[in-house]
């Protein structure tokens, strides 16, 4: 567990940070080193969420080159959207659901409980696969336990943050945090498609079996601690005491800056999540390559996006100014291999993609931890990952379906031409003169 330094004290769910100069070089010689390195808590948390969003993506990427690959023969690409597409829609449905055992019961034992079970279902699979191939219906069931799993694990380690860091540590936090998805990709991409080639879905069920409850383990360990809320003092007025979360439609309908963001960013993901459909049938129809070639390229776009988790804060330029230019480049980088089809043109542009969509992600998840209010935050993230994966499925099954009728190549140039109107739409966007710049984080840490 963090301990919080002695000048810092929390008054209504807000860190007011009262410095002595003591103080002051304490906090100093404190940040000396990472934040991983002197929080266990966080860190042990951190290393759950490496490990549950690696097994889920290994899985995934695993089992769409299985399906390309090994199990069907005929509309390969509509096969393989209609699995990426399972594993989005929880995400997207569930999002009321979320958002009430967020906010509802202990984090710790969400997190745990969502991990645990996402265990069970893998080793369930791998016990099923053992004697020879699983049916593919069982396989898509599968996919959607381990996504129903991450629906709830994800959004709660977000809300998560400010229990186990301080609140100078918050953007800190939300880099590494936004860094697991990278190091999950990479992992994902450098395991999946080559177990599978190995040792079939029975191994690679096992293997995101052992990673889910190494997890579920990891976060029982953890200690999360309990924001303090000062009490009212005599004579105050009730209606000054914190309000309760507002119902999820209200959330967004109060934040306009924010779901003005949301919505470019939702229509951005009908070009750029299409890339793990694309990524299959480029590497069998174009590269005319194996597993070995899937896994160069899923780990190129993780390794982009882990650089650009890292150093997204340091994009200079306003939130949406940054982000415009980030989706530009990343159009740029999308388009390419359909002009150029060379194995090293492919995974540059891949790994450029991916630090464009590490860089957005932590400026703007950063933003949204300081303008949404502490109590909206369990449904705000909730619905923000519906919203943003409400995208998902459509562009699973368009871009599938797609494949079954289009050269991968021509995906390719209509995944970047598709990007540039939702990179023009964010540019034009301006920040409300109320709204808190978020800060930037301090010596540069991550």
Same mark, same amino acid.
């Given at each position: 567990?963090?301990?919080?330094?002695?000048?810092?004290?929390?008054?209504?769910?807000?860190?007011?940070?009262?410095?002595?100069?003591?103080?002051?070089?304490?906090?100093?010689?404190?940040?000396?080193?990472?934040?991983?390195?002197?929080?266990?808590?966080?860190?042990?948390?951190?290393?759950?969420?490496?490990?549950?969003?690696?097994?889920?993506?290994?899985?995934?990427?695993?089992?769409?080159?299985?399906?390309?690959?090994?199990?069907?023969?005929?509309?390969?690409?509509?096969?393989?959207?209609?699995?990426?597409?399972?594993?989005?829609?929880?995400?997207?449905?569930?999002?009321?659901?979320?958002?009430?055992?967020?906010?509802?019961?202990?984090?710790?034992?969400?997190?745990?409980?969502?991990?645990?079970?996402?265990?069970?279902?893998?080793?369930?699979?791998?016990?099923?696969?053992?004697?020879?191939?699983?049916?593919?219906?069982?396989?898509?069931?599968?996919?959607?336990?381990?996504?129903?799993?991450?629906?709830?694990?994800?959004?709660?380690?977000?809300?998560?943050?400010?229990?186990?860091?301080?609140?100078?540590?918050?953007?800190?936090?939300?880099?590494?945090?936004?860094?697991?998805?990278?190091?999950?990709?990479?992992?994902?991409?450098?395991?999946?498609?080559?177990?599978?080639?190995?040792? =079939?879905?029975?191994?690679?069920?096992?293997?995101?079996?052992?990673?889910?409850?190494?997890?579920?383990?990891?976060?029982? $360990?953890?200690?999360?601690?309990?924001?303090?809320?000062?009490?009212?003092?005599?004579?105050?007025?009730?209606?000054?005491?914190?309000? =309760?979360?507002?119902?999820?439609?209200?959330?967004? $309908?109060?934040?306009?800056?924010?779901?003005?963001?949301?919505?470019?960013?939702?229509?951005?993901?009908?070009?750029?999540?299409?890339?793990?459909?694309?990524?299959?049938?480029?590497?069998?129809?174009?590269?005319?390559? $194996?597993?070995?070639?899937?896994?160069?390229?899923?780990?190129?776009?993780?390794?982009?996006?882990?650089?650009?988790?890292?150093?997204?804060?340091?994009?200079?330029?306003?939130?949406?100014?940054?982000?415009?230019?980030?989706?530009?480049?990343?159009?740029?980088?999308?388009?390419?291999?359909?002009?150029?089809?060379?194995?090293?043109?492919?995974?540059?542009?891949?790994?450029?993609?991916?630090?464009?969509?590490?860089?957005?992600?932590?400026?703007?998840?950063?933003?949204?931890?300081?303008?949404?209010?502490?109590?909206?935050?369990?449904?705000?993230?909730?619905?923000?990952?519906?919203?943003? $994966?409400?995208?998902?499925?459509?562009?699973?099954?368009?871009?599938?379906?797609?494949?079954?009728?289009?050269?991968?190549?021509?995906?390719?140039?209509?995944? =970047?031409?598709?990007?540039?109107?939702?990179?023009?739409?964010?540019?034009?966007?301006?920040?409300?003169?109320?709204?808190?710049?978020?800060?930037?984080?301090?010596?540069?840490?991550?």
């Amino acid at each position: 567990m963090s301990t919080a330094s002695p000048e810092t004290k929390s008054v209504t769910g807000t860190a007011v940070e009262t410095r002595t100069e003591t103080g002051a070089e304490t906090a100093v010689g404190r940040r000396r080193a990472p934040l991983v390195l002197r929080n266990r808590a966080f860190a042990a948390v951190w290393l759950g969420q490496i490990l549950t969003q690696a097994a889920v993506r290994m899985f995934q990427v695993g089992v769409a080159w299985w399906i390309v690959a090994y199990a069907v023969h005929d509309a390969r690409g509509l096969a393989s959207g209609l699995f990426m597409a399972a594993c989005t829609l929880p995400a997207v449905a569930l999002a009321p659901v979320v958002a009430a055992a967020v906010g509802r019961f202990p984090h710790r034992c969400v997190l745990r409980t969502a991990a645990a079970l996402a265990g069970c279902a893998s080793g369930a699979l791998a016990l099923w696969a053992y004697d020879g191939g699983p049916p593919l219906a069982t396989v898509y069931a599968a996919g959607l336990a381990l996504a129903t799993c991450q629906a709830f694990f994800d959004p709660c380690l977000t809300t998560s943050v400010p229990e186990l860091v301080d609140d100078a540590d918050i953007e800190t936090a939300t880099g590494f945090e936004l860094s697991t998805q990278s190091l999950a990709g990479l992992a994902g991409a450098l395991l999946g498609a080559l177990t599978v080639d190995r040792a =079939g879905v029975a191994g690679l069920a096992a293997g995101c079996a052992v990673a889910y409850l190494g997890a579920a383990l990891l976060v029982a $360990g953890a200690r999360f601690r309990t924001a303090v809320t000062a009490a009212p003092g005599p004579g105050a007025d009730a209606s000054a005491a914190p309000a =309760g979360p507002r119902p999820l439609r209200r959330i967004l $309908g109060e934040l306009p800056y924010v779901r003005r963001i949301l919505v470019c960013f939702t229509a951005a993901n009908l070009f750029t999540t299409a890339v793990f459909v694309v990524i299959p049938l480029y590497t069998r129809s174009v590269l005319a390559g $194996g597993g070995a070639t899937v896994a160069l390229l899923e780990a190129s776009l993780g390794t982009g996006a882990l650089l650009g988790a890292f150093t997204g804060a340091r994009v200079p330029g306003r939130p949406t100014t940054a982000g415009a230019c980030c989706l530009g480049l990343m159009a740029l980088a999308l388009a390419l291999p359909g002009l150029l089809p060379h194995r090293p043109v492919v995974a540059g542009c891949l790994a450029a993609a991916g630090w464009c969509a590490g860089a957005v992600s932590v400026r703007f998840v950063a933003l949204f931890q300081r303008l949404v209010p502490t109590a909206d935050k369990p449904g705000f993230f909730a619905v923000m990952q519906a919203v943003l $994966g409400a995208s998902l499925p459509v562009a699973s099954l368009a871009f599938g379906f797609a494949g079954d009728f289009l050269s991968p190549r021509t995906l390719c140039l209509v995944q =970047g031409v598709g990007l540039v109107p939702a990179a023009c739409a964010l540019a034009l966007l301006k920040s409300p003169a109320a709204a808190p710049a978020p800060s930037e984080p301090a010596g540069g840490e991550r």
